[in-house]
């Protein structure tokens, strides 16, 4: 289809997505809205950054915005299972509402009750939520889910991965099993067959690329730091080095597997004069919020994450995701390059790896099913040898942002394709 208005979206919605700069639909928009418009159970497996988010929001909004709501009932519901995917869903919401009298209110954990009970008190239409924070306002009575009429769940495999399914379970269970339900995923393993085969009701299934797959506008590199001039090369001399002399990096961001290393790796970034902000699970909301706005707004241009920041940051603008760390989930993979190369944009993604990652590397390129391109980086070995990447990360750590010692060398940076 060409056109939203061919999808059969009113038109108020179409005059919204002109405004928004929507020209046409994709191919999971054109495939889900007209049949979740019938009130039809979806099945959606998609990779992210395809539309998904909009596939499921413009039919919640047509199909509720006629109606009213009670307190404590709402009458539409979108579990997403990190926060900051939570966030950015409530913030389409309101963009995508903003012509109709629908009410939403945003529950997941690291703030108050307080503000969150008042609006439930009130009454309002569409809840975006994670699973934990719901149960949590159902357990003190705060919300009816019996009137719930669709219900949508994004990144079902990373509900499965964070290990709440059976709070989702238990979310189904307590909404009539007649109810629309909308459930998307970029992978679909046993456990959320057995769940849409339980739940849904002759799912319309919609599989727009094979499951895992990676969008072909980021241009993927694997560097194996320990092969370099055939000496152990310190990953985050390298790292600093990279972004120094990458020409085409505009903004990037950064992922490492543990916490204390996305801290370390964020002051030495900073120590070299370069505006970086780090998030992680270990922050407040508030916090995660604000860095992720920074990085947004272009007043911080290094996002440095461990994996709750894989998912759920649609940032448009991403120029560069650099993997510190390889990945132990190869799903996890997938979702972190997906930050760049967003809405028919080019992408670069890199990974660091080391040869002791060699099986995780396996598993990654067996599950996106293709070999990620080894580049070979010449740096001169002379300071960039260390023994103990983990110790070197908190030693460079505390280099004062004054020093006027150099930082780093300043060496030729070639690279070559091997």
Same mark, same amino acid.
């Given at each position: +289809?060409?056109?939203?208005?061919?999808?059969?979206?009113? $038109?108020?919605?179409?005059?919204?997505?002109?405004?928004?700069?929507?020209?046409?639909?994709?191919?999971?928009?054109? &495939? #889900? =809205?007209?049949?979740?418009?019938?009130?039809?159970?979806?099945?959606?497996?998609?990779?992210?950054?395809?539309?998904?988010?909009? !596939?499921?929001?413009?039919?919640?909004?047509?199909?509720?915005?006629?109606?009213?709501?009670?307190?404590? +009932?709402?009458?539409?519901?979108?579990?997403?299972?990190?926060?900051?995917? !939570?966030?950015?869903?409530?913030? *389409?919401?309101?963009?995508? %509402?903003?012509?109709?009298?629908?009410?939403?209110?945003?529950?997941?954990?690291?703030?108050?009750?307080?503000?969150?009970? /008042?609006?439930?008190?009130?009454?309002?239409?569409?809840?975006?939520?994670?699973?934990?924070?719901?149960?949590?306002?159902?357990?003190?009575?705060?919300?009816?889910?019996?009137?719930?009429?669709?219900? #949508?769940?994004?990144? !079902?495999?990373?509900?499965?991965?964070?290990?709440?399914?059976?709070?989702?379970?238990?979310? @189904?269970?307590?909404?009539?099993?007649?109810?629309?339900?909308?459930?998307?995923?970029?992978?679909?393993?046993?456990?959320?067959?057995?769940?849409?085969?339980?739940?849904?009701?002759? &799912?319309?299934?919609?599989?727009?690329?094979?499951?895992?797959?990676?969008?072909? $506008?980021?241009?993927?590199?694997?560097?194996?730091?320990?092969?370099?001039? $055939?000496?152990?090369? $310190?990953?985050?001399?390298?790292?600093?080095?990279? =972004?120094?002399?990458?020409?085409? @990096?505009? *903004?990037?961001?950064?992922?490492?597997?543990? /916490?204390?290393?996305?801290?370390?790796?964020? *002051?030495? =970034?900073?120590n070299k004069n370069y505006k970086a902000g780090e998030i992680h699970g270990d922050l407040n909301q508030e916090a995660r919020t604000d860095v992720v706005k920074k990085f947004k707004n272009g007043d911080i241009k290094f996002l440095i994450a461990s994996d709750v920041a894989a998912r759920g940051l649609d940032i448009t603008n991403v120029s560069h995701v650099i993997n510190f760390d390889v990945p132990t989930n190869p799903e996890d993979y997938v979702h972190r390059i997906g930050r760049t190369g967003r809405a028919g944009k080019k992408g670069i993604?890199?990974?660091? #790896?080391?040869? &002791?990652?060699?099986?995780?590397?396996?598993?990654?390129?067996?599950?996106?099913?293709?070999?990620? *391109?080894?580049?070979?980086?010449?740096?001169?070995?002379?300071?960039?040898?260390?023994?103990?990447?983990?110790?070197?990360?908190?030693?460079?750590?505390? =280099?004062?942002?004054?020093?006027?010692?150099?930082?780093?060398?300043?060496?030729?940076?070639?690279?070559?394709? %091997?």
């Amino acid at each position: +289809m060409a056109t939203f208005k061919d999808l059969g979206l009113p $038109n108020f919605l179409i005059e919204t997505l002109d405004v928004l700069g929507y020209e046409s639909p994709t191919r999971v928009q054109s &495939a #889900a =809205i007209p049949e979740a418009l019938l009130g039809k159970d979806i099945l959606g497996v998609s990779q992210t950054g395809t539309g998904k988010t909009a !596939a499921f929001l413009l039919p919640i909004i047509t199909n509720l915005h006629k109606g009213r709501t009670r307190a404590r +009932m709402p009458r539409g519901l979108v579990l997403c299972p990190t926060r900051e995917l !939570a966030a950015q869903v409530m913030e *389409n919401f309101t963009t995508y %509402s903003e012509k109709t009298k629908l009410s939403s209110a945003l529950l997941i954990g690291g703030v108050s009750f307080k503000d969150q009970d /008042k609006k439930l008190d009130r009454g309002v239409d569409v809840i975006i939520a994670t699973p934990g924070r719901l149960l949590d306002h159902f357990s003190r009575g705060k919300l009816v889910m019996t009137g719930i009429e669709i219900l #949508a769940i994004d990144e !079902a495999d990373r509900m499965l991965d964070m290990g709440f399914i059976p709070d989702v379970t238990k979310i @189904l269970e307590k909404i009539p099993h007649a109810r629309q339900k909308i459930l998307f995923s970029a992978t679909i393993g046993e456990e959320i067959e057995i769940l849409t085969k339980k739940f849904l009701r002759n &799912a319309h299934r919609i599989e727009i690329s094979r499951s895992a797959t990676v969008t072909k $506008n980021v241009d993927q590199s694997l560097v194996f730091i320990d092969k370099l001039v $055939n000496k152990k090369v $310190n990953k985050s001399y390298f790292l600093v080095d990279y =972004i120094l002399k990458e020409k085409e @990096l505009t *903004n990037a961001i950064i992922f490492c597997n543990r /916490k204390k290393d996305v801290t370390q790796l964020t *002051n030495i =970034i900073k120590n070299k004069n370069y505006k970086a902000g780090e998030i992680h699970g270990d922050l407040n909301q508030e916090a995660r919020t604000d860095v992720v706005k920074k990085f947004k707004n272009g007043d911080i241009k290094f996002l440095i994450a461990s994996d709750v920041a894989a998912r759920g940051l649609d940032i448009t603008n991403v120029s560069h995701v650099i993997n510190f760390d390889v990945p132990t989930n190869p799903e996890d993979y997938v979702h972190r390059i997906g930050r760049t190369g967003r809405a028919g944009k080019k992408g670069i993604a890199i990974t660091l #790896a080391q040869k &002791a990652d060699g099986p995780m590397i396996d598993n990654i390129q067996t599950l996106i099913n293709e070999k990620i *391109n080894v580049t070979t980086f010449l740096l001169p070995s002379s300071n960039l040898v260390s023994k103990n990447n983990s110790t070197e990360l908190n030693k460079l750590s505390k =280099i004062p942002h004054d020093s006027e010692k150099p930082f780093l060398p300043d060496f030729l940076f070639t690279s070559f394709e %091997s």
